[in-house]
């Protein structure tokens, strides 16, 4: 099981991006998908999350400016990110609460991380 993150890139300020998140392998049911980042020099912080059902959750810096969405027939999750600022920049991680068959218990899974660089 395996979760590859795409869409990363340099952006100017103001600027929008789009993250993908496909996960891939034997699995048999996900729960909660979602991203999470971490600058140069802080700690991984969560950025936003969604439910199997469609429930968002964000962090208050991104609330009004990123969405979070995911295709449960793909086994994908995006974040669309608008008004972004060099304080946005950091490596994005995705995550997923994933179980391989129905007796076994759900673990978290992460992507290999994509940087999103906002500058001018």
């Known amino acids: 099981v395996q979760l590859q993150a795409s869409g990363g890139g340099l952006v100017q300020p103001g600027g929008s991006l789009r993250l993908s998140c496909a996960a891939s392998?034997?699995?048999?049911?996900?729960?909660?998908m979602g991203w999470y980042r971490q600058a140069p020099g802080k700690q991984r912080d969560l950025v936003a999350t969604?439910?199997?059902?469609?429930?968002?959750n964000y962090a208050d810096s991104v609330k009004g400016r990123f969405t979070i969405s995911r295709d449960n027939a793909k086994n994908t999750v995006y974040l669309q990110m608008s008004s972004l600022s060099p304080e946005d920049t950091a490596v994005y991680y995705c995550?997923?609460?994933?179980?391989?068959?129905?007796?076994?218990?759900?673990?978290?899974?992460w992507g290999q991380g994509t940087l999103v660089t906002v500058s001018s």
């Open positions: 392998g034997s699995i048999f049911s996900i729960n909660d």
């Open positions: 969604i439910s199997r059902g469609g429930n968002p």
């Open positions: 995550y997923a609460k994933m179980k391989k068959s129905l007796n076994r218990p759900y673990y978290d899974y």
